[in-house]
C-alpha cells in the first residue's frame, strides 16, 4: 500500500459519514499532490495551471433565519501543497446549510480563508446568485450557459481501439510531423476514482505548437485512460507529462471539464505557458 492510499484510507470517500449541522472548517481533508506527481513521467517540465471547481448547491441562512441559494467557483492554483478531497469539501460546503451568515460577502470570505489553510496556497472564490445580476461575468462559471470546448473534436476517427489503460506509448507525430498550431478536443475521456471505483466522465481540450501530432493515436491514448484509477487534477498532469515527453511540442495546453458528483464539477488545466482560461460550462456540466 503506498503513502497516499495509506491517507485516503482516512478519507471521507467512500466511507459513510454524519451529516454536518453546523459549520465546520475541519471537515476539509488535505491531500498532498508530492505523492502522486512522483509517478509522473521524468524529467517534467515546469507548468502552470490551476483547478477550477463549481458547485451547484450552497447554501444558507440568512441573519433571520431565512435560506439563501447560489452557486459557487473555486480555483486553487496547481502549485499549492495539498488539493482538497471532493467528499470533503462537499461535506464542508454543506455545513454551511443550517448556519447563520450575515451577507454572502460573509460566506465567501470565510470560505476563501479556510480553503487556503487547507490547501496551502490562495484560492479564488466566488459566489453566484441564482436569481439576478450580482456583478459577475455570467458569459463564463457554474451560471453560465453550457457550450462544447472550442477546437477540432477529433471523436469521429476512424480508429481501432485495444488498450483501455494508460498507453502513453500510443502518442506519435504524424508521418509529415509539419509545424502547426492547432486545438484538439474529444469528449471521450474516462477516468475512475481512486478510492470508490466509479466513473468519472470528462472532456479534454489539448492545444499546442509545434511538429503535427497523429490525431488517430492521440485519440487512442486518451481512451487509454478508461480504466485508470486517479484523481481528476493528476489524471490532467498525466495527460500533459505523456503528450510533453512523447511528441516534444514547442508550447502545450491540457484542460479537462469533469461531470459534476455531489454538485461539484472539478476542471483541472496545465500549460507550459501562462494562460488566461475560462471557466466554460460543458453540455454534460
Not at 439563501?68 to 478531497?85: G, K, M, N, R, Y
Not at 446549510?97 to 479556510?114: F, G, I, K, P, W
Not at 484509477?229 to 505523456?242: A, Q, S
Amino acid at each position: 500500500m503506498t503513502d497516499i492510499d495509506t491517507k485516503l484510507t482516512h478519507a471521507p470517500l467512500g466511507h459513510e459519514v454524519a451529516y454536518p449541522r453546523s459549520y465546520d472548517p475541519a471537515l476539509l481533508f488535505p491531500i498532498e499532490r508530492r505523492a502522486s506527481r512522483a509517478s509522473l513521467p521524468q524529467p517534467r517540465p515546469g507548468w502552470h495551471g490551476a483547478d477550477i471547481w463549481n458547485a451547484y448547491e450552497i447554501s444558507w441562512l440568512g441573519p433571520r433565519g431565512k435560506p439563501l441559494a447560489a452557486a459557487a467557483s473555486f480555483v486553487f492554483p496547481q502549485d499549492s501543497t495539498h488539493l482538497i478531497e471532493s467528499k470533503s469539501f462537499k461535506l464542508y460546503l454543506n455545513s454551511y446549510n443550517e448556519s447563520r451568515h450575515e451577507s454572502a460577502a460573509q460566506v465567501c470570505t470565510l470560505m476563501q480563508r479556510d480553503l487556503q489553510q487547507a490547501c496551502g496556497a490562495p484560492v479564488e472564490v466566488k459566489i453566484y446568485k441564482l436569481d439576478g445580476p450580482d456583478g459577475a461575468d455570467r458569459s463564463d462559471g457554474p451560471c453560465a450557459p453550457p457550450r462544447p470546448l472550442q477546437g477540432l473534436n477529433i471523436d469521429g476517427l476512424d480508429v481501432d481501439i485495444a488498450r483501455y489503460t494508460p498507453a502513453p506509448q500510443l502518442l506519435r507525430l504524424a508521418a509529415d510531423a509539419a509545424r502547426v498550431e492547432e486545438t484538439l478536443v474529444s469528449d471521450l475521456l474516462k477516468t475512475n476514482c481512486p478510492v470508490t471505483g466509479q466513473p468519472d466522465w470528462g472532456s479534454v481540450q489539448i492545444r499546442y505548437a509545434g511538429p503535427r501530432i497523429d490525431r488517430g493515436a492521440l485519440l487512442a491514448y486518451i481512451v487509454s485512460l478508461r480504466q485508470h484509477n486517479e484523481f481528476h487534477e493528476h489524471c490532467v498532469e498525466r495527460m500533459y507529462c505523456d503528450i510533453w515527453q512523447a511528441c516534444r511540442p514547442e508550447a502545450l495546453f491540457v484542460y479537462a471539464r469533469y461531470t459534476r458528483r455531489g454538485g461539484l464539477d472539478i476542471n483541472p488545466w496545465r500549460a507550459s505557458h501562462p494562460a488566461q482560461v475560462a471557466n466554460v460550462r460543458t453540455v454534460r456540466q
